[in-house]
């Protein structure tokens, strides 16, 4: 189950169900099946929050993923800045919702096991982020 909730924001204007869809197909290239995955869109505000509080990092981000994952079966809690996605949307010069998706899906990359600090793993994620930006 995906579900999709706001705090402080506004629901951004995409399809839910093409991205439910999307993530399911996106988790099955991995071998993974999708459990409980909770989408928290949110402002700067509630990120740093969230940030401070469980990670005890004291700076904004676009998102952060909380694994509970469980075998095969995908599972967590994404917080996802959407003051933030635009930001970087801008700095970028790309579309706001093109950067949404990437966003929305690195977080599920996060939960199939594609890491993105270490030597050599941006890169990983970036071509991981691209191809499942090309099936949606």
Same mark, same amino acid.
């Given at each position: ?36 995955? *909770? ?11 969230? !940030?401070? =509080?469980? &990670?005890?990092?004291? @700076? %904004? #981000? ?12 995908? *599972? ?11 930001? !970087?949307? =801008?700095? &970028?010069?790309?579309? @706001? %919702? #093109? ?38």
């Amino acid at each position: 189950m995906i579900t999709f909730q706001t705090e402080h924001i506004e629901m951004p204007a995409i399809d839910l169900e093409k991205v439910r869809t999307w993530v399911k197909a996106v988790a099955a290239t991995y071998g993974k099946r999708v459990g409980k995955i *909770s989408y928290f869109f949110c402002n700067d505000e509630k990120i740093l929050e969230v !940030n401070r =509080e469980y &990670l005890q990092h004291d @700076y %904004y #981000t676009d998102i952060i993923t909380f694994d509970y994952c469980e075998g095969n079966r995908l *599972s967590g809690d994404l917080f996802i800045s959407l003051d933030t996605v635009r930001s !970087n949307a =801008e700095m &970028l010069d790309t579309n @706001y %919702y #093109t950067e949404l998706h990437r966003v929305i899906i690195h977080g599920v990359l996060h939960l199939c096991g594609i890491n993105d600090k270490g030597p050599g793993e941006r890169e990983i994620m970036e071509a991981a982020e691209n191809k499942a930006l090309l099936l949606l």
